[in-house]
């Protein structure tokens, strides 16, 4: 993903995270020489990438997305993901919603929008962390995040403005987590990328 990166003419403030089973279930994990693992059949593979191209005043991309290393997906992975998914088009929802009609939103309120759905599928235990963060020149920018979880950021999200929304599972075994950025215009709020529906199969 590193060669991928410079093929591109991306920058980014660290390499990606590549993690698999366990690691996955880490919301904090970054590969290293010591702390890693390789990728076989049969694996939970999680992917977040976050980089920027080389002009000046480019702003960040954050992405994640999730496959397995095999032909179908194991039905407790795939539940977990979809919980995940419609959490994600909640929080978006909330914000085009609130972008169509030029209501006032706050960060809190996308971050609790989505933790209802987590919560409401039995999964209330397994959220470690906020649900997006600001995105700017800097990949955890200085605007608004969505968060309700770590701190209760009370600043209104205004036009003009991207963050991410990205909800997560952890548990022992394996992790998932669906990450889309999202654009605050005058009228409207727009998902600049694709949103991840299924699981890739890999093998």
Known sequence: MVERFAEEGLVSDSAPVVAVDANAGN?????????????????VLLLDLWG??????????????????????????????????????????????????????????????????LEQRGYGGHILHRTGHSLGE???????????????????LIPG??????????????GVRTEVNVFRGDHEATVTGPRQRDIVTLL
Request: glycine share 6%; no cysteine; net charge negative.
């Open 27 to 43: 919301p904090h994990y970054l590969p290293t020489a010591e702390r890693s693992h390789a990728i076989s059949a049969d694996q």
């Open 138 to 156: 800097n990949v955890h920018g200085n605007g608004v995040h969505m968060d309700d979880y770590e701190t209760h950021d009370d600043r209104r």
């Open 161 to 174: 403005t991207g963050f991410t929304v990205e909800p997560g599972l952890y548990f022992d075994t394996f």
């Open 52 to 117: 920027k191209t080389t002009e000046p005043g480019a702003v960040f991309a954050d992405i994640t997305w999730v496959g397995v290393t095999a032909s179908r997906v194991p039905e407790d992975t795939a539940r977990a993901f979809g919980a995940i998914a419609e959490a994600r088009d909640a929080a978006v929802r909330v914000v085009e919603e609130a972008a169509r009609h030029d209501k006032d939103l706050r960060g809190w309120e996308v971050d609790r929008a989505a933790r209802q759905v």
